[in-house]
């Protein structure tokens, strides 16, 4: 069965930074592309980013440029690097799959205060 556990959120001034991990258990993620998503009350999951196995990264416009996912496959971990971080960026952030996802983890609750 697989796990995903996120961890790093925090409450973080506009502008800050954070960085998210997500640690994968019970299925070889190096092998499968990963994302990040994040949602919040009364809206649905929003797709932020995504990567591929390979390496390659695609962007919610919302994030471009702002945010960087990345993957250290040796760890089954994937991160999300957020810069430049703004209040509507405050939102729950999980990881999965992209669009054909396992069960959901906790999430990281991530606050931007203005």
């Known amino acids: 069965q697989v796990q995903l556990v996120e961890s790093g959120g925090g409450l973080v001034q506009a502008g800050g930074s954070l960085r998210l991990s997500c640690i994968v258990s019970g299925t070889n993620s190096g092998a499968r592309a990963m994302a990040w998503y994040r949602q919040t009350p009364g809206k649905q999951r929003e797709l932020v980013a995504s990567i591929t196995s390979g390496g390659n990264t695609n962007y919610a416009d919302s994030v471009k440029g702002r945010f960087a996912i990345s993957r250290d496959n040796a760890k089954s971990t994937v991160y999300l690097q957020m810069n430049s971080l703004k209040p509507e960026d405050t939102a729950v952030y999980y990881c999965?799959?992209?669009?054909?996802?396992?069960?959901w983890g906790q999430g990281t609750q991530v606050t931007v205060s203005s």
């Open positions: 999965n799959r992209p669009y054909i996802t396992w069960q």
